[in-house]
């Protein structure tokens, strides 16, 4: 009885043994960058400091979560002169917003290593849900989340005013992430 | 007064199309790369750039053209001197009218911004984005275009000067409708 009770622990304990949590983002091989389009021309720009906390296990991506913060003062938007005007009130508001958030809230398997991860980002004091498609790619030292999202930055009141003419610049901005993590 | 002997219409509808966006380019890039950072500053670089790579493509038709087309000579009144400074001048606007869009495109491209002509058609970038460079290729665009400038005053002075003071009809050659 007491054998059978071992037999049946070990059991149950060996998949949980193979399986890695991962939640030890690696910083400086994580990145987020954007893209949109000004005047039919291609902008390429991203973030250099933010913050990721995750746990991730691909037996139970269904307990999965992710927040990051984003600092948005280390925003590249292309040019120095565009950097300092998306601080101000028309875009970013930044000295009354300073961040921004995206905490998860649910993750769905789709197969192949792809996940549907649904989530809120918060930008400028406003929430909006979004849905995530991200592609886990395992490795041997880090796992890497690739994930790619289209935001539509007139539903965050970035860029207001004179700035809210979307032939000059698109509302549809390209996010592109990449999260690096270990299970250590 | 002997006949007027007139560039081809094919001559003189490149040169005045290449006269009028020079004219239209010009006064806006003075203008436009004072102002703060609005949606207006970018329609007018994007108006700009559209504008240097029409000349640049019409400047690549317009040499074509004149090097398989004789230009109609010169009056014979006209000095030795004059006629090589008058080969110069032309020979000189030429190269700057490829040189100055040309500089103004990798310009773009070294401060990170890809020229797309009208917003549709996308030209390389034949250099990367460099900061330095993007500065570098301001100040080369700026001297450029004063060295055009002053040369196209020599240009329609000159023109002026064989018209009105010598008495000839001068302007003819360059004008539309008449006789070839």
Not at chain 2, 20 to 41: N, T, W
Not at chain 2, 51 to 75: C, D, E, K, N, Q
Not at chain 2, 99 to 105: A, D, F, N, Q
């Amino acid at each position: 009885m007491r054998m059978t009770g071992l037999i049946l622990l070990a059991a149950l304990a060996a998949p949980a043994a193979n399986a890695v949590e991962f939640h030890t983002v690696l910083p400086k091989q994580s990145t987020i960058h954007f893209e949109f389009r000004q005047m039919g021309v291609p902008i390429k720009g991203g973030f250099k400091r933010f913050t990721t906390q995750m746990a991730f296990d691909p037996a139970r991506p269904e307990a999965a979560r992710a927040q990051i913060e984003i600092d948005l003062a280390s925003i590249d938007a292309g040019s120095s002169e565009a950097d300092e005007e998306s601080a101000g009130k028309l875009w970013f508001d930044r000295s009354v917003y300073p961040k921004a958030t995206f905490v998860s809230s649910q993750v769905r398997a789709l197969g192949n290593n792809r996940y549907e991860m649904r989530g809120t980002l918060t930008l400028k004091g406003r929430s909006r849900d979004m849905v995530v498609p991200v592609t886990f790619v395992p490795g041997n030292n880090a796992a890497v989340f690739d994930g790619a999202f289209v935001l539509r930055r007139l539903d965050f009141g970035i860029g207001e005013g004179m700035w809210a003419d979307v032939a000059t610049v698109a509302n549809e901005v390209q996010v592109r992430f990449r999260i690096a993590a270990t299970g250590n | 007064m002997s006949t007027v002997m007139r560039y081809s219409t094919p001559a003189i509808v490149l040169h005045w199309l290449v006269a009028l966006l020079i004219f239209a380019g010009f006064p806006l890039g003075v203008y436009m790369h004072e102002l703060p950072l609005s949606p207006d500053k970018l329609k007018l670089y994007s108006y700009h750039k559209w504008i240097g790579v029409t000349v640049l493509m019409l400047v690549a038709v317009r040499l074509g053209w004149r090097l398989t087309h004789m230009p109609p000579p010169l009056p014979d009144s006209i000095a030795a001197w004059q006629r090589r400074a008058s080969a110069i001048a032309h020979g000189l606007l030429y190269v700057l009218m490829i040189v100055i869009p040309l500089s103004g495109w990798l310009m773009s491209s070294a401060k990170g911004f890809q020229t797309v002509w009208f917003g549709v058609l996308p030209l390389p970038d034949l250099v990367g984005k460099d900061k330095a460079l993007g500065d570098l290729l301001a100040g080369v665009h700026q001297a450029l275009n004063f060295t055009l400038l002053a040369l196209v005053i020599l240009h329609v002075a000159a023109a002026l000067k064989h018209h009105f003071i010598e008495r000839r009809p001068f302007l003819q050659r360059m004008a539309w409708g008449g006789k070839e």
